[in-house]
């Protein structure tokens, strides 16, 4: 049974820093793009940032950028750092990863097919 499990989650101050991981298990996901999402009350679930295979390409949602790092290492475990944190960062973040892309990326939720169950980060002002 493929399973990815986030931890790290929780409260900070804004202005502060979370990390968040994501460990995977059941299948390799080594050769696939992994993404974190984000899902804010009453809104849509929308894409933080994103991988390729390797760690060497990524992308940031604008309203991350210059702010979150999206890392991955060689034990299928995709982490995600979050700095300079602001309130409405405040959301249930999901860790996804596309078992049916080969080293390319994915931009889209629909195209994840793996998902965990989600952290809780509030970011308070």
């Known amino acids: 049974q493929v399973q990815l499990v986030e931890s790290g989650g929780g409260l900070v101050q804004a202005g502060g820093s979370l990390n968040l991981s994501c460990a995977a298990s059941?299948?390799?996901?080594?050769?696939?793009?992994m993404g974190w999402f984000r899902q804010a009350p009453g809104k849509d679930r929308e894409l933080v940032a994103t991988l390729n295979w390797n760690g060497g390409a990524t992308y940031y949602s604008d309203s991350v950028k210059g702010r979150f790092t999206i890392s991955r290492d060689a034990r299928n475990t995709v982490y995600l750092q979050m700095s300079k944190m602001k309130p409405e960062d405040t959301a249930v973040y999901y860790c996804?990863?596309?078992?049916?892309?080969?080293?390319?990326?994915?931009?889209?939720?629909?195209?994840?097919?793996?998902w965990g169950q989600g952290t809780q980060v509030t970011v308070s002002s």
């Open positions: 996804a990863g596309d078992s049916r892309t080969d080293f390319g990326m994915s931009y889209v939720a629909p195209e994840y097919d793996y």
């Open positions: 059941g299948r390799s996901f080594s050769r696939n793009p």
